[in-house]
């Protein structure tokens, strides 16, 4: 492993962590130990789930590049391998885990970006120590037939690829099962405009942020801004005619939170770095019922306001679920 490393791979670490660290039980459905496609290089169509891989290299996973027949080689590689949807159907919410990938990562389901770590040149950045845990939406899935796996990966020096880890499908078991997740990849942008917060706004040129996860993800230390995020989705219709609560975890340090263009809830306890206890505070917002959009997509905009320290929206969950569910979690 590498000796030297930055300290974005701490964060990184502790956003692996984070995601997973309000007790909840995982059960592995689908191992993907064993053969995977390989292919030296980079091209953004090997994401595709229709793209021709049949002449590629077989590779197994885990295990080091190096030791699999690529002795020496840095620098971009990509990995496929597909999986029979029908296995994982009767589940709720499915995790992929990929373990432990050096140095950094893409991930796409069926040509759908899910997860990422660290920062692919020219502004490199390690996560060869974080274990990459990512949800699938499940309209990614398709869950009658063939799904494809994509890893596009960047390594520099010594060992390279998916290293390790007990790499599969999980579901997850928990109460907050009942509602739906929004973990994942967020748009994100630094600054402020008014329009930012609206449905109707246009962010396809922002850039793309883990959820939850430290600004230091982004490769910059210190934030002491103000910084937007954005959501959007479809809602789950077994939600309809629910009283339901939008819960984002924990955010660094003062945040507005708008559901299509409207506030839904903000917490700022008005106090200085070092005497803020902000950044501890569960956000959990309750969703007027009239502001849902059940036949379109909606949109979830989080403006947030850094005053020192770390940054961002760092710790789960992150989802919408019944106000009930919510009630037991935060007691």
Excluded at 111 to 129: D, E, I, K, R
């Amino acid at each position: 492993m590498h000796s030297a490393r930055y300290i974005s791979t701490i964060c990184l670490l502790l956003f692996s962590a984070s995601v997973f660290s309000q007790g909840r039980n995982m059960q592995k459905v689908v191992s993907l130990r064993g053969s995977w496609k390989f292919h030296i290089g980079d091209n953004m169509d090997w994401a595709k789930p229709k793209y021709d891989d049949s002449q590629w290299e077989t590779i197994y996973a885990p295990s080091e590049w190096e030791s699999e027949g690529f002795n020496g080689y840095d620098g971009y590689a990509w990995y496929r391998k597909k999986f029979d949807g029908s296995e994982v159907a009767r589940f709720n919410n499915i995790y992929l885990n990929l373990g432990y990938i050096d140095d950094v990562d893409q991930v796409f389901v069926n040509g759908h970006l899910v997860g990422f770590f660290g920062s692919f040149p020219p502004h490199f950045s390690t996560a060869y120590n974080a274990k990459r845990w990512y949800y699938i939406p499940t309209e990614f899935l398709n869950l009658k037939g063939d799904n494809v796996i994509s890893v596009r990966i960047f390594d520099t020096i010594h060992s390279g690829g998916i290293v390790s880890g007990d790499i599969g499908l999980f579901a997850s078991w928990s109460s907050l099962d009942q509602g739906m997740r929004l973990e994942g990849v967020w748009k994100f942008a630094e600054g402020y405009e008014s329009q930012w917060k609206l449905a109707n706004f246009d962010d396809k040129k922002w850039g793309v942020i883990m959820v939850p996860g430290f600004l230091h993800t982004k490769g910059k230390k210190h934030w002491e801004s103000t910084f937007y995020y954005r959501k959007h989705f479809k809602m789950d219709a077994k939600l309809k005619d629910k009283p339901l609560v939008l819960l984002l975890g924990k955010i660094d340090d003062f945040d507005k939170v708008y559901l299509n263009g409207k506030l839904i809830g903000a917490t700022n306890d008005g106090r200085p770095l070092g005497q803020s206890h902000s950044w501890e505070t569960y956000r959990d917002y309750p969703i007027p019922p009239e502001l849902i959009n059940w036949e379109g997509e909606n949109v979830i905009s989080v403006e947030v306001t850094d005053i020192g320290g770390n940054a961002g929206i760092y710790e789960g969950p992150v989802g919408i679920f019944p106000a009930e569910i919510i009630d037991k979690f935060l007691r």
